[in-house]
């Protein structure tokens, strides 16, 4: 089965008397990743953040308009449960406190997995992080040894082992050595279609280089969306032509 479809309804989003996000209405397509491009603060972040209601922790925010995991309104959804469905990666590969098979773990403890259920499912969540092969036999080493590209492995993971059908990923490989990033990308690339993905980036070439769809948004609108080599050959609006251009240059 592949990932739901996800959509902005005419949303508008503030912190306080800011407004980040300006009516965008934009449907992004079930098991496929799409990259949303946009400079530092056009709102691309707070967008990915509705999807799992992060954004509403964040003192003074509000929003009007309908945000959609497949054809269920978030707002009408538990956020613990949302986020089980609707997994999140930041730009800091974080370590939890403990193991790596505590880190991988964490989230089926919480949830009250069963004990004898928890190996085969972080198994599969770290051969999924293309992690297995150098930690499988290292699961009592320390989360906090691995290197920043093992982390930001193990955070995918971590998110992998509740079998989300979205994941939300917010400029994942900006602190990444190259080789680092291009493992991210590729692990990214293999969750589809089961999974839908949304990779905000500023990035044009990473886009190019993984996205099946793109969206440019700039200054809190959308400015144009598409299938990614129909949006980077021939962009339809001036902006986004502008955006490619400064960006590749």
């Known amino acids: 089965m592949n990932g739901p479809d996800l959509s902005l309804e005419s949303v508008s989003a503030h912190y306080g008397d800011v407004r980040v996000l300006h009516e965008v209405s934009v449907r992004f397509a079930g098991g ?26 964040q003192p003074g925010f509000r929003s009007e308009g309908v945000v959609k995991v497949g054809e269920r309104e978030v707002q ?24 790596v098979r505590d880190n991988v773990a964490f989230g089926l403890v919480l949830r009250g997995v069963e004990p004898a259920e928890r190996p085969s499912r972080i198994e599969r969540a770290l051969r999924r992080a293309e992690l297995w092969d150098e930690l499988g036999e290292a699961l009592s080493r320390p989360a906090a040894s691995l290197s920043a590209g093992q982390r ?42 089961e999974v839908t993905v949304i990779f905000v980036t500023p990035d044009v070439a990473q886009a190019g280089r993984i996205a099946d769809h793109v969206a440019l948004i700039e200054g809190g609108r959308l400015i144009e969306q598409g299938p990614a080599e129909e949006l980077f050959t021939n962009p339809s609006q001036p902006e986004t032509q502008a955006y490619l251009s400064r960006r590749y240059s």
């Open 32 to 57: 496929a990743v799409t990259a949303v491009l946009g400079a530092v603060g056009s709102g691309k972040s707070t967008l990915l953040r509705l999807f799992n209601r992060v954004a509403e922790l």
């Open 152 to 193: 930001q492995l193990l955070c995918i993971a971590r998110a992998l082992v509740l079998e989300p059908r979205v994941l939300l990923l917010d400029e994942p490989t900006g602190r990444l050595h190259p080789a680092d990033g291009a493992r991210i990308e590729r692990v990214v690339r293999g969750i589809c279609p």
């Open 76 to 99: 009408e959804l538990d956020p613990s449960v949302l986020r089980q469905e609707v997994g999140m990666i930041f730009d800091r590969p974080t370590a939890f406190p403990g193991t």
